[in-house]
């Protein structure tokens, strides 16, 4: 009893001694497990026992060791399908990616009608060209320009050429070409293909409006007809279905249009307004930019044929500068006409000018055959005209 009492105490005492030993070794065998895993051979080792790292189907199970080798990269042996593209395919992706999707709207039902009116397409698909006048359209050329910008994203090459009083506007990109196409425009020769409106513009009465502007804008004439000093309108085109459009689309806003007639001499029609209700409603509709840029000319010509004996010498001596008898809408008419009113003692202001141009469009004492009730109702689009130009040129 007494040797295992002290069996048990030597023990007691032997933990005791070397307790704070055991502890640093246990520590030093853990840093030693973390350190350096012990190795694991593969079940089935070859005889040689060798010590390659093990091949596992999942990258992510493989052992990891503090050495310089990398694990074993299985991707060859599982390879992914091929996402390499064929050339055809790259070429649908980048067709794609610069296909123009052309939106039905007033801006493009105006881009169409002034294609129909100035500009082209050729047969072979190259490109799209608004061909405008260099010297009487600045301010149009400028309109068209910003709108072909915003429609089609890109700024259009611009050649004026030597031999011609004309800028071309021309969009090389095909996907430009079909688009237009897509929309109603004829590659090839307008007069022979006798082009007519869209369908999809005569169907709403925004599109139809801002059709009837760039029609009238290129191929159409705002004139004075100085013998009864009014303002008359018309439309010209060598395709009759276009000037059909044109007349249909007036009577559509409720503008009444003149018969269709073939113009003397030329194979092309011939349709328009002239009295003073229509053309005064058709300028307050469809809002033409030939009359916004050119209004206050207009104003200063009527001021010039005022007077019979005036007007003779004055159109006398434009002549010698203008030989072709012509209005020209160029800062340098206008400016050489504006010296010969104050020469010959005409008030050139703007009052004095829209007072000239209300006279032309209004239904004054001059018509006895109407009530004044009647005169009311007729001068409702006149009189809405001179506020705004009171307005813009107070």
Not at 73 to 82: H, I, Y
Not at 225 to 235: A, C, G, M, R
Request: hydrophobic share 30%.
């Amino acid at each position: 009893m007494r040797n295992e009492i002290k069996k048990v105490g030597s023990m007691r005492e032997y933990t005791e001694q070397d307790k704070e030993k055991k502890i640093k070794s246990e520590k030093i065998d853990e840093k030693f497990e973390k350190e350096f895993q012990p190795e694991k051979k593969p079940k089935n080792n070859d005889e040689m026992g060798n010590d390659f790292i093990p091949i596992v189907d999942n990258p992510n199970n493989i052992y990891k060791f503090d050495n310089d080798f990398e694990p074993f990269d299985n991707s060859e042996l599982n390879p992914k399908p091929s996402t390499q593209k064929t050339q055809q395919e790259i070429q649908k992706i980048k067709e794609v990616k610069h296909n123009i999707i052309l939106k039905n709207s007033g801006d493009l039902a105006e881009m169409i009608t002034i294609a129909l009116g100035d500009g082209s397409i050729p047969k072979d698909e190259s490109h799209f060209r608004i061909i405008l006048n260099r010297t009487e359209e600045k301010q149009y050329r400028k309109y068209v320009l910003e709108l072909m910008q915003k429609l089609f994203k890109k700024t259009p090459g611009i050649y004026k050429p030597k031999d011609a009083n004309a800028v071309k506007m021309t969009i090389s990109r095909k996907e430009v070409v079909r688009a237009l196409i897509s929309k109603g425009l004829k590659p090839g020769d307008k007069k022979e293909n006798q082009v007519d409106v869209p369908q999809w513009i005569k169907k709403k009465e925004e599109f139809q409006t801002r059709g009837l502007r760039g029609l009238v804008d290129t191929d159409g004439s705002i004139h004075i007809h100085k013998h009864n000093k009014t303002l008359h309108i018309s439309f010209n085109n060598a395709s009759f279905p276009l000037v059909n459009d044109f007349k249909k689309m007036c009577k559509t806003l409720n503008i009444e249009t003149v018969k269709i007639s073939p113009v003397k001499g030329k194979n092309t029609y011939t349709t328009g307004m002239e009295s003073k209700k229509e053309v005064a409603k058709f300028i307050y509709k469809v809002r033409p930019k030939k009359w916004e840029y050119r209004a206050m000319t207009f104003g200063m010509v009527l001021k010039s044929i005022s007077d019979p004996d005036k007007r003779i010498k004055i159109e006398k001596e434009l002549q010698n500068s203008y030989p072709d008898k012509r209005i020209h809408h160029t800062k340098d008419y206008k400016d050489k006409l504006k010296n010969l009113c104050v020469k010959y003692g005409y008030d050139v202001s703007n009052e004095s000018i829209i007072k000239e141009i209300e006279k032309m469009f209004t239904y004054n004492d001059k018509y006895p055959r109407y009530t004044k009730e009647e005169k009311i109702k007729l001068n409702f689009y006149a009189n809405n005209i001179i506020k705004e130009l009171k307005n813009k040129f107070k």
